[in-house]
């Protein structure tokens, strides 16, 4: 084998180094941007653990947890969209029973992505950021149902915030109240920051932190998959997205999204909630968090959402669909 001078070698590996590097980030670039496992964490402990004593709805505890999502969609570079240059919009309602009448005050939390050549067309990303505090001495801390959801939404705004500005406007909404009926969504569907017919869909997402065992490892399903074509073209476009396996449950109807569907915007609820016991229990804890699947759900949502933003596919209801 001949020998080659020194220097020649040095140039040779420098080069090769290069174009190993160069390679290394282009195909960074052209790959769906990682989820920060930390930031995960980091705000699921926090929204879960026991500083915020369960988040019970319409509680001070709410309000912390409102403020506390408010401040770091701020920091991720999300524009706010509570309307007034707020992040943060509060909702109070009068609700009626038999026996008398009260006041629900709560707090729903805007943040957006502003798009470029649409927009004026919305995809709205949320999930409810409450939970049923104490009762009876004891503290139901909600990891799964839904700090879970509340930081998918946070992490894809996150993530998505480091993208390309989108062509559609991406509006992640975090709702305080759904546990007492949707009184966060259901305030801002007659309080609007921004026009209701420029939704061109929405994605809830509810109780993401463990896997279903009735679908495939790390596959999310989606409520209401017969009821539109949402589902199946996100699943064309990357998402591990099913039908909901648990059709006798009605989920479809059980979480904020229902409130939206009924005044016909697109509105679906995405889950993995595998139907396990600790469901509203003083056991839905951060040590039954399955980290690996929530961080892999939330990263597989991260470039079909993205599509959806980008492109000028209109989701439609079904016929029959529509609630």
């Known amino acids: 084998m001949k020998s080659v001078p020194i220097q020649r070698k040095f140039l040779s590996l420098a080069l090769l180094m290069s174009l190993a590097l160069a390679a290394s980030a282009q195909n960074s670039n052209n790959s769906s941007p990682a989820v920060c496992a930390a930031c995960i964490r980091s705000n699921l402990d926090y929204l879960a653990g026991p500083a915020l004593h369960g988040r019970g709805s319409g509680t001070l505890d709410e309000h912390h947890a409102a403020r506390f999502i408010a401040r ?7 524009a706010p969209a509570a309307g007034n240059g707020r992040f943060i919009q509060t909702a109070t309602m009068l609700t009626r029973s038999a026996s008398n009448s009260s006041v629900k005050t709560t707090w729903n939390v805007l943040a957006k992505i502003e798009g470029t050549r649409e927009a004026d067309q919305i995809i709205l990303l949320s999930a409810h950021l409450d939970h049923l505090g104490v009762k009876n001495g004891k503290t139901y801390p909600g990891a799964d149902d839904d700090a879970s959801g509340t930081v998918a939404v946070m992490e894809l705004a996150r993530a998505l915030a480091k993208q ?10 975090l709702w305080g109240s ?16 921004f026009p209701l017919k420029e939704i061109v869909a929405n994605l809830e997402f509810e109780m993401i932190a463990r896997p279903d065992p009735k679908v495939q490892p790390d596959q999310l399903w989606l409520t209401g998959w017969e009821r539109t074509d949402l589902g199946p073209a996100l699943a064309e476009h990357g ?19 229902y409130a939206l569907a009924k005044d016909g915007i697109i509105a ?3 889950s993995s909630y595998g139907l396990h016991k600790d469901y509203h229990q003083p056991t839905d804890t951060l040590d039954k968090v399955d980290w690996q699947h929530l961080d892999s759900a939330i990263e597989s949502m991260i470039a079909p959402v993205s599509w959806l933003a980008n492109s000028d596919f209109t989701p439609k209801w079904n016929d029959g669909g529509k609630p």
């Open 72 to 78: 770091k969609l701020h920091a991720y570079g999300l």
């Open 164 to 173: 390309p500005r989108p062509q559609r406007t991406i509006v992640f909404a």
């Open 178 to 193: 759904e546990e007492t009926g949707s009184v966060g969504a259901r305030y801002f569907l007659k309080h609007p920051s």
């Open 239 to 257: 998402a591990q997205l099913a039908g909901d396996p648990h059709p006798d449950q009605n989920f479809f109807t059980r979480s904020d999204n």
């Open 268 to 270: 679906q609820t995405v």
